[in-house]
């Protein structure tokens, strides 16, 4: 019952990009060549194949969009979508006419069955646009990068007066890498308005996200309406700080159209058998029969289910029973993260339970315990998927682990035959506020420690939004954006291609989208791109002369800001000069004294740059510590707007 057929076969972009197209794409090198002129549009995720051509088509009052019967819905979207922006809706045109002069044509077309479902070709002319996919949902995706093709202001929520809606002339083949492209949002440790979810959901899709994984009970709250059991959405058993409110059947179900439309499955998490105050508050009997510990007046908040209570596997059948008719997809996440053994060894319930099933520990009653549950998802046909704990005890036979604690519960999955997603704290963890951009766009899904068969048991990634922290819906938009954007290319595009500076140029293109959006993304961290690094190895308390490739960055002759950033160690670092060299010849310099360490003194140096062959460049620095040499840190670059 997979979604789809994962880890397609990959073609190298770069192999195939014609050298015009290189040079127009990776904007840092080849302006002196004859495609200088051709700007590459910053599309992310960054598609398999793209050729840019010189020419545009304008989109106008004029434009009509025709589409075939298939292609319906989309057709709809896309006019949709254009409509706030153009403050026109273009007409749409059923059946495909001739005279299809001045058009955007939408097709499916099965002979396109080597792209997959979620593939699609784009290819932009004078004369018209036409996107066409083996399915509906690479068309969806086709039209997703048109919007990128357009001025940013596109995707501003008013019309926008005096832009031209003009496209470059591109030839697009694309197709995801992974079939498994998700976000989680956390609604159980504190709540969200139901429009929120939907323009989070929004945004997935311009992302080419496509599981949106819902996590709706946690120690905060109980999120979603079960008929029967209304005891759970007492605003008693929530969490201090936790937003009120929670979504009745039918509100879910109308998240679920909203998401289906965007070709996203959602995949609902009832966390179990830990996580569960506010259910075990609300019915307390499904706890193990011993007290709770009472510190200093206040009575422990119940975790854990008792799995020697039959009570417990009723009520849980029960909800399970609810999810899986209210939830279409093919999966349903059960948690089992996080869940303390201790009461169940002191339970008379449990201690029973264990006896009769000849289980040794409480790592087995848990075992026992998630196999009972996917024993009942799947008579109702479901898949069960949990984060890495559920493989304390023995896996359940055909479970898909979701690795979170690093990659190691994901590599053991794999290597069992379990399908795995992987989901690791280290650069998928978004409400981590720390992990940078650059971390989270260096993670690769597939670790080495896995064969190629192996391998193909990794259906995908995804990061986590977990709200333990009640952040409001502006401070979401900031843990989320732009990381998302990096990791929406991890998932989607080729790891051939795989470039941060490259990446980060069009990241920065992109950016004015979101803010049109009305997204509060984080901005992104320190001015330019990053050309170095230093560390303990290459420093000294003595100054001492240090040069590093100049290879990106440089755009031309004009005025350069060089910033050098600590990131840790217990020393700073001191900058005495810096010069740009070519050829052993000194182009430009600043001889400041500069430092950056827990504090930054003139650690931004600038430099004139004058008109220069393109022969390599060098950035040289003299530099010290000042008390040892344990010292981390980045150089980086960026060419400053013209003095007046
Ligand atoms: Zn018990």
Redesign the pocket.
Known sequence: MKITSFNLPYMSARSIFPKLCVAALIGTIGWSLAAAEIVAPAIVPLPMKMEVAEGTFTLTSATRVVFDEASAETARQLVDSLKPAMGIAMERVPGLPNDAKATIRLTQDEGLKRLGKEGYQLSVTPDGIRIVGAAQAGVFYGVQTLRQLLPPRIFATEPVKDVAWSVPCVTIEDMPRFAWRGLMLDSGHDFQQKAFVERFIDLMALHKFNIFHWHLTDLGTWSIEIKGRPKLLDAATRGPGVKPGHYTQEEVREVLRYAAARHITVVPEIDMPGHEPPALLAYPEL????PRADKDGKVERPWEF????EKTYEFLEEVLGQVSEVFPGPYIHIGGDECPKG??LR????QA?MTEQHLKNGEELQSYFIRRIEKYLQSKGRRLIGWDEILEGGLAPNATVMSWRGMGGGIAAAKAGHDVVMAPTEWTYFDYPNTPVEKVYSFEPVPNELSAGQGMHVLGAQAQMWTDTHPTEDQIDALVYPRAVALAEVVWSSPVNRNYHEFEDRLRAHLPRLAALGVHYKPLVGAGRVIGHWSPAETSDTPKVVDWKLDTGIKGAGRYAITFQYEHGKSRYQIHAVEIIQEGKVLASDKHFGWSGASNQNHVYQLELAQHSNAPLTLRATVSTDWGPDSHGRIMIEKLAALP
Do not use: A, E, K, S
């Open positions: 706890d193990c029969p011993l008792c799995l020697g209570n009461r169940w339970c008379p319930l449990c339970r």
